[in-house]
């Protein structure tokens, strides 16, 4: 009964698609709720059915009385065929144990995003604000700007290459005058 509960209070959707599973997981998971679902259904609808079968009406109802007599005999002789399910269980261990590797790469995948996300976010909360940087501090982030800027300075460039075409320019042209 605890198992129907937890199952029942089991959010599918939400472990898809928060624990980042990958799709080849969520398809095995998908396919098994799929087969659990179905085996449930038929044992319901099988436990649904009588179990037991009244000879006495087929007694009274039957003139070929041999028919039944031969019909009960079947059923008291009746032994329930055992197989071995151990190909089964062997199946289901194996991929038991798959799903098992899988999360746990799963889990430190997510272990060091989570350790990247943190340090990124360190980052963030002690950078300083926009406002404070200064030229230099652009420079010695990013030394390939001073160079490219130097450069530019030398050879007289003080435009940059396709600025012009992707942004309007100030030009007095593009200004209506207004007289009040």
């Known amino acids: ?10 959010d599918f959707t939400r ?7 990958g799709k080849e997981t969520i398809a095995s998971l998908q396919a098994f709720r799929k087969r659990h679902a179905e085996a449930q259904r038929l044992q319901k609808q099988y436990a649904s059915e009588p179990t037991t079968v009244d000879l006495s009406h087929y007694r009274s109802v ?26 089964h269980v062997k199946a289901i261990e194996a991929f038991e144990a798959k799903a098992v590797v ?54 007289g460039k003080f435009t940059v290459p396709g600025y012009s075409e992707n942004s309007e320019t100030l030009t007095s042209s593009n200004y209506r005058h207004v007289v009040p």
């Open 102 to 155: 899988s999360a746990q790469a799963m889990e430190e995948k997510i272990e060091i995003e989570i350790k990247e996300l943190q340090a990124t976010l360190a980052n963030i909360e002690e950078a300083r604000p926009f406002e404070d940087l200064t030229s230099y501090d652009v420079g010695d982030a990013h030394p390939r700007l001073v160079q490219v800027m130097e450069t530019m300075m030398k050879k």
């Open 15 to 21: 472990i898809y698609t928060t624990l980042g599973l």
């Open 62 to 87: 039957l003139r070929n009385q041999s028919i039944v007599d031969e019909a009960e005999k079947l059923l008291n002789g009746f032994k329930p065929v055992t197989y071995d399910v151990n190909a």
């Open 1 to 10: 009964m605890a198992s129907k509960a937890a199952v029942a209070a089991v």
